[in-house]
């Protein structure tokens, strides 16, 4: 085998490796691999208190996610929080009296959107809006309730 | 009084001189990229050198590193209770900061300073001369190949070492420290961003490429033709890259990471 010919094979088989590391980092390391390229649709969903959601925070039915949050916005008119939701066209069957909450992984973990179904016929079309929320729960209030709920139990 | 005024004045002019060569020595390899693109043999035997040769050095380090980021992240992790989160945190700090950054400054180390050593000693033995005496330009033969084959490997060379580095974080975690095969995958592919975390550590390397090729390029053809001269050229090469490495790192990461 010639010298320049080896010299091929080994300067080939470095550039093979190097572009199989990237494409390991592409589709094992990053989320790349795992994220949704086809369409979604654009759902609406009003909440009084987004607590800790972020853009691209994971939209989940059943636990089995269905889209992601696109674009997270506040309403001056009526004080609420507007979250713009990105539904997978594949989950075209979303009933419109579906009901948002948003929940949370673990105890500290990030916060998503759970979708819980109702029973209308009628499904959500783009640009629809989701008219039943739950908000955040957000820490402090929670012990805020608890204290004041302990509170008047000792005042009776 | 004035003495030292116009010691302060020499120093100055001298780096304002040597910046500005560097700098024209830059378009003069940029210039001689079409001649590159003719003789693509040149480049050929320069990735040998300067790519192939270096994979070996970053591997070792890569599965190390990782092993001791498995180690030390499980260690504080686990203090929290957050084990799972092992994954990320060692493919993050892989594939932002460490990957890079340690490639670059083992890169200086094994080709920076063989480039400068290389050149300084072709300078000294008016080799470069010779080439100029056929009417070859020494720039564009000699130097333009070595830059672009510097440019092209480190971001491969960044990849593996991040590749290897997070198999070694595996190995340790999940081998070892009995930490969940699927979370630690899952969790990083949750949290690991292709546009934000990976395309970002790839340009960081390709600017390291840039910078650390060009000044080993810089430091051995701008160096005192003696073996003194070769010698401070291949010092100052690992010196100066990675001064500017990790100054550029800093730099880099507030504009990319903010």
Request: hydrophobic fraction near 50%; aromatic fraction near 8%; glycine fraction near 12%.
């Amino acid at each position: 085998m010639s010298k320049t010919r080896q010299i091929e094979i080994l300067v080939g088989a470095f550039m093979a490796a190097g572009f199989v590391a990237l494409f390991f980092l592409a589709m094992q390391v990053s989320n790349l691999g795992t994220m949704h390229s086809g369409d979604s649709y654009r759902v609406k969903a009003r909440f009084d208190n987004i607590g800790g959601l972020k853009v691209k925070s994971p939209v989940t039915m059943a636990g089995v996610e269905v889209g992601r949050v696109l674009d997270i916005y506040y309403d001056a008119k009526d004080f609420r929080a507007v979250a713009v939701l990105g539904i997978y066209s594949q989950f075209d069957a979303i009933p419109d009296d579906t009901f948002a909450k948003i929940l949370t992984a673990g105890l500290l973990g990030e916060q998503y959107v759970g979708l819980d179904p109702g029973g209308s016929d009628r499904v959500l079309k783009d640009g629809g809006e989701i008219a039943v929320t739950q908000s955040a729960l957000v820490l402090e209030d929670v012990i805020g309730q608890f204290i004041y709920g302990k509170a008047q139990e000792g005042a009776k | 009084m004035t003495d030292w005024l116009a010691a302060l004045g020499r120093i100055g002019l001298a780096f304002s001189a040597r910046l500005g060569r560097a700098n024209l020595l830059m378009l003069a390899m940029l210039r001689g990229l079409p001649a590159l693109v003719r003789r693509p043999r040149l480049l050929l035997e320069q990735l040998l050198s300067v790519g192939v040769l270096t994979v070996l050095i970053i591997a070792v380090s890569g599965i190390f590193v990782g092993m001791v980021l498995g180690l030390q992240g499980h260690y504080i992790l686990s203090r929290f209770g957050a084990e799972a989160t092992l994954g990320v945190m060692v493919a993050a700090s892989l594939v932002r900061e460490l990957g890079p950054v340690v490639t670059a400054l083992l890169f200086a180390g094994r080709a920076g300073s063989a480039l400068a050593a290389e050149i300084g000693l072709m300078k000294a033995t008016e080799q470069l001369s010779g080439l100029e005496m056929m009417a070859v330009n020494p720039q564009h033969r000699v130097l333009t190949p070595r830059l672009i084959a510097g440019i092209i490997s480190m971001p491969l060379l960044a990849a593996m070492f991040s590749m290897l580095g997070i198999y070694g974080g595996w190995f340790v975690g999940v081998g070892l420290l009995g930490v969940d095969d699927g979370t630690y995958w899952a969790q990083m592919q949750s949290q690991i961003d292709w546009n934000e975390d990976i395309i970002n550590g790839v340009v960081k390397s390709a600017v390291f490429g840039v910078v650390c090729t060009w000044i080993a390029i810089f430091q051995g053809y701008d160096c005192v033709p003696t073996s003194e001269g070769v010698s401070r050229a291949t010092t100052r090469t690992v010196v100066h890259s990675s001064l500017a490495v990790l100054g550029l790192d800093f730099v880099l990461t507030a504009l990319m990471f903010n």
